[in-house]
């Protein structure tokens, strides 16, 4: 029995390094640290998120308010800001990068080169997604991997169950990790049908979520948003016979 309980510790630990990708000697020897970032407890995380926004903004040319693109989303958005009980923010990167994230504290970026290639209720879908993400606890996990298998644990000291202060460029690291982070079949599909039902909830044209997952599966597979597990032509089809369905 114990050697049954040891390895089943071992897989354990092992699971949650493969969620942030790559193992490399570096995540190996993060390893370690894993026992003592487990008490990092949620709101922790949170706390982390809004501060790695806060260097993320500093970093992107951010839309301020009078400029198109930010009046676009502000409309989409206007009644989304405690939308399934989150509190949620959003601001748009001015960059012809094609790509949209969440953080786990409601932060939800757009970025204008996603935004000049779809039309609004295209964008409404990506957002619904996004949130999808936030509120399934996606995003959450993200930043715990990213967190529990970089170099700043024990600088975090998450031994004492608290986080303490990070530098910008290791909040701007971690924020590209989690951001960047690959979610599974089943985490992609569950935030496109949070998608798809918000888009219901709004009567926004359903069929505009197959039609933005066309647009982004031609483009190929290039990172960030357009980087999902499935394809972007698996998860089109999927919500393609939903919307068939009539469910």
């Given at each position: 029995?114990?050697?049954?309980?040891?390895?089943s510790?071992?897989?354990?630990?092992?699971?949650?390094?493969?969620?942030?990708?790559?193992?490399?000697?570096k995540?190996?020897?993060a390893?370690?640290?894993?026992?003592?970032?487990a008490?990092?407890?949620?709101?922790?995380?949170?706390?982390?998120?809004k501060?790695?926004?806060?260097?993320?903004?500093?970093?992107?040319?951010?839309?301020?308010?009078?400029?198109?693109?930010?009046?676009?989303?502000?409309?989409?958005?206007?009644?989304?800001?405690?939308?399934?009980?989150?509190?949620?923010?959003f601001?748009?990167?001015?960059?012809?990068?094609i790509?949209?994230?969440?953080?786990a504290?409601?932060?939800?970026?757009?970025y204008?080169?996603?935004?000049?290639?779809?039309?609004?209720?295209?964008?409404?879908?990506?957002?619904?997604?996004?949130?999808?993400?936030?509120k399934?606890?996606?995003?959450?996990?993200?930043i715990?991997?990213?967190?529990?298998?970089?170099?700043?644990v024990?600088?975090?000291?998450?031994?004492?169950?608290?986080?303490?202060?990070?530098?910008?460029?290791?909040?701007?690291?971690?924020?590209?990790?989690?951001?960047?982070?690959?979610?599974?079949?089943?985490?992609e599909?569950?935030?496109?049908?949070y998608?798809?039902?918000?888009?219901?909830?709004?009567k926004?044209?359903?069929?505009?979520?197959?039609?933005?997952?066309?647009?982004?599966?031609a483009?190929?597979?290039?990172g960030?948003?357009?980087?999902?597990h499935?394809?972007?032509?698996d998860?089109?089809?999927?919500l393609?016979?939903?919307?068939?369905?009539?469910?």
């Open positions: 029995m114990k050697m049954k309980r040891l390895v510790f071992f897989m354990g630990c092992f699971a949650i390094i493969l969620l942030s990708g790559c193992i490399t000697d995540h190996l020897s390893g370690g640290d894993l026992l003592t970032a008490t990092v407890t949620n709101d922790d995380l949170i706390k982390m998120s501060e790695m926004r806060v260097v993320g903004d500093k970093q992107n040319k951010v839309a301020p308010a009078n400029n198109k693109y930010a009046q676009r989303l502000a409309r989409l958005t206007n009644k989304l800001k405690n939308e399934d009980g989150l509190d949620l923010n601001k748009v990167y001015i960059t012809k990068d790509n949209a994230n969440a953080t504290d409601g932060s939800i970026r757009m204008s080169g996603l935004m000049d290639m779809m039309t609004d209720d295209e964008i409404f879908y990506v957002i619904g997604h996004e949130i999808g993400h936030v399934g606890g996606d995003s959450l996990n993200a715990r991997v990213a967190y529990t298998t970089s170099g700043v024990k600088a975090a000291g998450a031994a004492s169950g608290t986080v303490a202060a990070l530098t910008d460029s290791q909040l701007g690291d971690l924020l590209n990790a989690a951001v960047n982070a690959q979610f599974s079949q089943k985490q599909y569950a935030a496109d049908n998608g798809y039902n918000m888009m219901k909830k709004y926004v044209d359903t069929n505009a979520a197959v039609s933005a997952l066309r647009k982004i599966d483009l190929g597979q290039s960030g948003f357009l980087s999902s499935p394809n972007s032509a998860r089109a089809n999927k393609e016979n939903l919307i068939k369905s009539g469910k």
